[in-house]
């Protein structure tokens, strides 16, 4: 039976100056999907992904890549996955093209049914790069070489693509086309994506996510489970204002406010609103139930870290 992860971590651990980074880490990522990495600046999720790709030691533990341990296979994963770092390895000098084809070249032994320039020719067609393709790197804003920056992590094919914080500094709209770019890429082509940030709100676009805190594994879901464990939620009663109907939501000790045509119920998790609309559907009647945020998620999950070490 074929495996369906094609990511293996397990019991990863890496100390710098006596400082552990990784505290025996492990997770796995399914093929085909979007694995979130989310944590602050610090948290382990570079750290990890220099293990994976072999450009930094560990100190214990196994990285299976495709089912090619790390160990033995060094050659053959890299020629399995693809890298777009934080900062930029390209040449600012070089035309876009130029760029593409340095790293294209790289790849002829490997990749035998296509020359360098139809490697090229591909990637600058499906990012659409074709009116910046003789520009040089360096004049290109910042989302445009961002997606010159994925094309160079895809232009050998890879079946796994890792992206180290690959938004970070750019404006709302350029974010937007990154990932609109990644999404088409991701079905076209069925790519798994390993993504890390610490931007919370990408981590909707996950199929699947971790959290990351001072090199530990502190919480894992979709970022449906996730909301539903950890953030907060709310239940909109729309409703003119009663005092029958204020005293029924004060005896049952619940956190609410009125405003604007409606009552608005807190709960600490999406999980507490639920039982709360369920068991007093008649009741409610014209209700919405809301959850809370990924960024609620992260700072419920990190206050109880902080709570417990208290």
Same mark, same amino acid.
């Not at 100390?15 to 492990?26: C, E, H, M, V």
């Not at 760029?99 to 139809?118: E, P």
């Given at each position: ?9 397990? #019991? ?14 492990? @997770? %796995? ?45 060094? &050659? ?9 770092? *934080? ?14 084809? =340095?790293?294209?070249?790289?790849? #002829? ?8 320039? *139809? ?7 499906? $990012? ?7 520009? =040089? ?18 232009? #050998?094919? /890879?079946?796994?693509? !890792?992206?180290?914080? /690959?938004?970070?500094?750019?404006? /709302? *709209?350029?974010? +937007? ?6 999404? +088409?890429? *991701?079905?076209? #082509? ?25 090199? &530990? ?5 979709? /970022?449906?489970?996730?909301?539903? %464990? @950890? ?13 029958? $109907? =204020? &005293? ?7 956190? @609410?406010?009125?405003?604007?045509? %409606?009552?608005?119920? %807190? !709960? ?7 039982? !709360?609309? @369920? ?11 809301? +959850? ?5 998620? !992260? ?6 870290? +902080?709570?417990?070490?208290k």
């Open positions: 039976m074929e495996n369906e992860y094609i990511v293996e971590v397990n #019991h990863l651990t890496k100390t710098f100056k006596r400082k552990k980074a990784l505290n025996d880490l492990s @997770f %796995k990522v399914k093929k085909g999907e979007l694995y979130g990495f989310l944590g602050l600046n610090g948290a382990g999720k570079t750290t990890t992904l220099n293990i994976i790709l072999g450009l930094l030691t560990k100190d214990s533990g196994t990285v299976i890549i495709d089912g090619l341990s790390d160990d033995k296979n060094s &050659q053959n994963i890299r020629n399995k996955i693809g890298i777009v770092f *934080q900062q930029s390895i390209l040449d600012d000098l070089l035309s876009v093209k130029e760029n593409l084809m =340095s790293r294209a070249a790289m790849y #002829h032994h490997y990749i035998k049914d296509k020359t360098t320039k *139809q490697l090229v020719d591909d990637v600058v067609r499906e $990012f659409k790069l074709e009116e910046i393709v003789n520009q =040089s790197y360096g004049s290109l804003s910042g989302g445009q070489r961002r997606r010159v920056d994925i094309a160079r992590a895809l232009v #050998h094919r /890879p079946e796994i693509l !890792f992206l180290d914080e /690959p938004t970070t500094g750019l404006d /709302p *709209q350029s974010r +937007k086309l990154v990932w609109d770019t990644l999404d +088409k890429i *991701q079905k076209d #082509h069925k790519l798994t994506i390993v993504l890390t940030t610490h931007y919370m709100e990408e981590a909707n676009n996950c199929n699947y996510a971790i959290i990351l805190n001072k090199g &530990q594994k502190i919480a894992e879901g979709t /970022p449906a489970e996730l909301k539903n %464990k @950890f953030a907060s939620a709310r239940v909109n009663i729309n409703s003119a204002k009663d005092a029958k $109907f =204020s &005293q029924w939501l004060s005896d049952k000790q619940l956190n @609410f406010v009125y405003d604007v045509n %409606k009552y608005i119920v %807190k !709960f600490y998790t999406y999980e507490d609103a639920k039982k !709360f609309v @369920f068991e007093n559907e008649e009741i409610l009647k014209d209700f919405e139930l809301i +959850k809370g945020t990924m960024d609620e998620v !992260f700072l419920n999950v990190t206050e109880d870290i +902080k709570e417990a070490q």
